[in-house]
């Protein structure tokens, strides 16, 4: 098979994690007989350096006529603390999601065996979690009207959604929970929020059509509570963005570290696939971030070109670094640990 993979390095470890996974990719493509043609493009404070913008037109060129787009992350400590910047990197990435119809962000947790007394919490509570947070990724606060009161002293965001919108993101929801576990919980903060209701009426109104699937509802601040505390009840969540935002970075802890988890976001054209760590400069060019969670993004990529095999061999060859070993200081507990690149050539002789 041709790929056609549009490669967005982006800022702080980002170019380095995603190097290990075009190793990987490489690898997988020779033993598999495909051709890989990386498009490398700007995007984030490197963008900003660069051309002036954190998303520009040439790189969404490039993204909107690639069969998918593997990302590394995106931010800059330089901008954090200015509110006064006008521009910021993070914007390239919302700019993208929306030009590129991304509405659903697919984040999977599940757990390691290996890794399983990592976690934070109990070996009982976690062992065999394996949920979906499914979060609508361009709508709600990130894109709702915004601005100052003239005296600059109020400021407001708003939270906005239309039926359609909560509608194309439940149905993704029930057709993910019906390959799966088939429960779907939908998460809410509707005994405050008049679009929270909304999310609530109109994934009552699907139900009748997935008798199947057992869906039940919540609200964002018990689920909270209840993912760290029972994750094992949840198969798909589905909420809206900011819900989601907050709720994936908790669930990452589950796994035991958050270099590990993958995430793909998808519309109806072209899908994205990125850790959901962030760009952790404090690590940048040290060759020590550990590259797994964007190797597993390249895995979710290939089993949605429909290559599972492919997919298969990447999180077997991850399984395999992480119980012999083959990893980052911030897994090595103190033991023996690897450089990013280390770990990169590791996995890809290992495909
Ligand atoms: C994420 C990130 C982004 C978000 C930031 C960098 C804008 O936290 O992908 O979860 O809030 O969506
Ligand atoms: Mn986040």
Redesign the pocket.
């Known amino acids: 098979m041709k790929l056609n993979i549009a490669l967005l390095a982006g800022d702080g470890i980002g170019p380095e994690v995603i190097d290990q996974a075009v190793k990987v990719c490489d690898a997988i493509a020779t033993k598999y007989e495909h051709e890989i043609a990386w498009k490398p493009a700007l995007t984030g404070a490197a963008a900003i350096d660069a051309v002036g913008e954190p998303y520009p037109d040439d790189t969404h060129e490039v993204c909107a006529s690639a069969d998918a787009v593997l990302f590394g992350a995106?931010?800059h400590p330089r901008f954090d603390n200015d509110p006064s910047a006008k521009v910021r990197p993070?914007q390239g990435?919302?700019k993208m999601r929306q030009k590129l119809g991304l509405f659903a962000n697919v984040r999977p947790t599940f757990t390691f065996p290996s890794l399983i007394d990592k976690s934070p919490l109990k070996r009982d509570r976690i062992e065999g979690t394996d949920l979906i947070i499914l979060r609508e990724l361009t709508g709600g606060v990130?894109f709702g009207k915004r601005g100052r009161e003239d005296d600059g002293n109020t400021a407001y965001d708003t939270m906005t959604y239309t039926r359609a919108e909560i509608q194309r993101l439940a149905k993704k929801g029930f057709e993910m929970a019906m390959a799966r576990g088939k429960k779907l919980c939908c998460v809410d903060k509707a005994n405050v929020l008049e679009s929270s209701r909304l999310w609530r009426e109109t994934v009552q109104a699907m139900e009748k059509d997935y008798p199947e699937v057992e869906v039940s509802y919540e609200f964002v601040d018990a689920v909270a509570m209840r993912l760290v505390q029972w994750p094992k009840a949840y198969d798909v969540i589905i909420t809206e963005n900011l819900f989601g935002?907050i709720l994936?970075d908790e669930a990452s802890v589950i796994s035991g570290s958050m270099g590990l988890m993958p995430s793909a976001s998808v519309g109806s054209e072209v899908s994205l696939y990125e850790p959901?760590h962030?760009s952790y400069p404090q690590a940048a060019g040290k060759d020590i971030a550990n590259p797994l969670a964007t190797v597993l993004s390249a895995a979710m990529m290939f089993e949605d070109l429909g290559l599972q095999q492919e997919a298969d061999d990447i999180r077997r060859v991850v399984n395999k670094s992480l119980s012999e070993g083959v990893v980052t200081e911030d897994l090595s507990e103190g033991g023996k640990s690897y450089k990013t690149s280390e770990v990169g050539d590791w996995l890809a002789s290992n495909i």
């Open positions: 995106i931010g993070e990435l919302l990130y935002d994936t959901i962030g």
